[in-house]
């Protein structure tokens, strides 16, 4: 039966099977319920019962004469009888909306034509293209170029030649749109580490699931639903049945997942979730690389050029999601560094400049420890962080260390005392673009989902920030610090502070803080991560008041190791291998054109020596500097500038 309402018509009704159905127009008809609503026996027999109210027809009329075109001029009457609902004016346009979901299957090619499945129905629907009734194809299939590929390529004659025009994608979606809003001075940091605030967090989609029953959603990996409302309609054992669906979507997998159902796709996925790792464009395999991680593993299209040659992606802040992909990760049994540096598609990840991913990959791995003991409580307190991250033999002078920088009230205050209730929260990364975001009016915003900040590219002072809540729970401006890192990956900073580097991170010329702000204790942490002798140095305390405006607890972390870095173990040479590659500008030295069975070690090697040839002088390689001949430095002797020529 249908029913009129102020928000448009409501239509009810059992389909084929017996089950009850509802439908409003003011929202998308799926395609597939409603051609089975229209045919269904039970459905005409209940329209056929049912007395109107007004003039409109009880029943769909049958179709004659023009075919599509009748049919699609009947349907609009039907749903929107009075004709002001009808015109190109009219409050609501389109009034009928097709959704096509899955329609990658429409791709196949016909026999014994140019044209496919998905151009034929196009050419059909525009039979009906002055009603108002829009076609909507959802797809996260790789064949992006079926259905937008290039003017020149389209199997219509009348769009190569401009007569027709098609629609570019729509690549964009709802994000937080089932999101709790998080309220400066009243959310707490007690609720933001709860699975039901971060399962709400990023993609609503298909919020129709949260009336869908449990078993139908555990029998669905389908990149379209929420996570959000998966959560809502669970009624019991809601985290447990959420991580099982969030792991399954990461991983394109089947039931609950196994260490050997781990595959190389799935696993970065999981390491593009926590890490917001990036693609090189100028890589050969990135597009085919991102298309299959956008298809099956969660990663978002952010937007993609005419005939989707090139697809920018990114992955979004989702802290269940993160959650999800760390559980998988320990299933691996090993760090994120060890699957990383192993990976095959690494030449396809931006790898950084300074090194800033082997340092994510550090904290990461500290807060990943550190978590483990503070058991269900979800955030963790600043100083197990610190212990996680550095060397046990220096703990004793980190936390007795007394600030180098500082204002009167805290010149005794050593690094321990100061930081006793402090606490962060952070399961992933966010890359943010604008460098104003790390000021601490919007620090307690990302400390809400759960993420660590590295900074654009050339900021100024640091690279990454760990939002921290200095006290108590409560998330506001004024109850938040950071601690903040620089990142080196030059040989020439050594195990001791050297230079200015620490002067250079004020938080106030760092954009941290405001001058009208009243600064709580920040903590500065400089990782020369290249230097050959590894140690951890506090900054000394000054003996007076140094009349900066602040207090800032300074330490100095020097080289790759376990004597530096607590949270090393056996995969050492992951990180140095990693951080290695950072170095590496150029990429294409090493890359290797054949198949990986097929690539023979010492043959990849000499064909990188050739190619570093070609760069001449643009290293100080021996490669780089094949025809040149050095003399020694010691006993070196420069002669006058008159002196000998070629000779």
Known sequence: MRVRT??????????????????????AFP??????????????KIAKSTQSTDRSPSIIPKVSGNGVKEAGKKLARFIAP?????????PRRPLIILSFDECHKLADRLI???????????????????EPIFSLFLFTGSKFDTFNPETLADPS???????????????????????????????????????DWMAHLGRPL?????????????????????LGAHYDALQTEKSEGLMNLAQMKLTNCNGPITKSELTSAGILACLSVRFALEFDLSCPSTRSVQATQVERHMRICLAASPGLDCLLTVAGSEPFLAKAAEELIKLSEQSPAELLKQHKELNCIDRGQRGELVALLLLMQARDIASEKASSRGWVYLGDFMKALLSQGVHQAVFSGLPARFCPEDKDLSFGARFNDAKIWFNHVIKIEDGDMIHIRHLWKYMSRGAMILCPPGHYGIDIVIPVCFKGNTLARNNMTAIVIQVKNATRYKEKISGNLFNHMDPFDIGLLSSEDDP?????????????????????????HSGHGFTAYDIWCAGMSPETFGCIGMDRSSYIHLLERSLQVNQAYDLVDVQEEYADTEAVSKRGAARRRVRTLAGSGEDHNYKYEMREEQGLQVGNAGGAGRG
Do not use: M
């Open 6 to 27: 102020s928000k448009g018509w409501v239509f009810t009704g059992n389909n084929s099977s017996g089950r009850s159905l509802k439908w409003q127009t003011r929202w």
């Open 31 to 44: 395609c597939s319920w409603l051609f089975r609503l229209l045919t269904s026996s039970k459905f005409l």
């Open 82 to 90: 009075l004709k002001e609902f009808r015109r190109a004016s009219g």
């Open 112 to 130: 014994d034509t140019h044209g496919t499945l998905f151009s034929e129905l196009r050419r059909v629907l525009r039979c009906i293209h002055k």
């Open 157 to 195: 004659r009348r769009v190569q030649e401009g007569e027709l025009c098609t629609l570019p994608p729509i690549t964009e979606i709802s994000f937080d749109e089932l999101a709790y809003t998080a309220k400066e001075g009243i959310t707490t940091l007690e609720e933001v580490v709860q699975d």
């Open 206 to 226: 298909y919020a129709f699931l949260s009336h869908v029953s449990h078993s139908l959603i555990h029998s669905s990996i389908t990149a379209v639903g929420s």
């Open 520 to 544: 709580l204790p920040v903590v500065r942490l400089v990782f020369a991560l290249a230097s050959n002798d590894p140690g951890v140095t506090v900054a000394p305390h000054p003996s007076r």
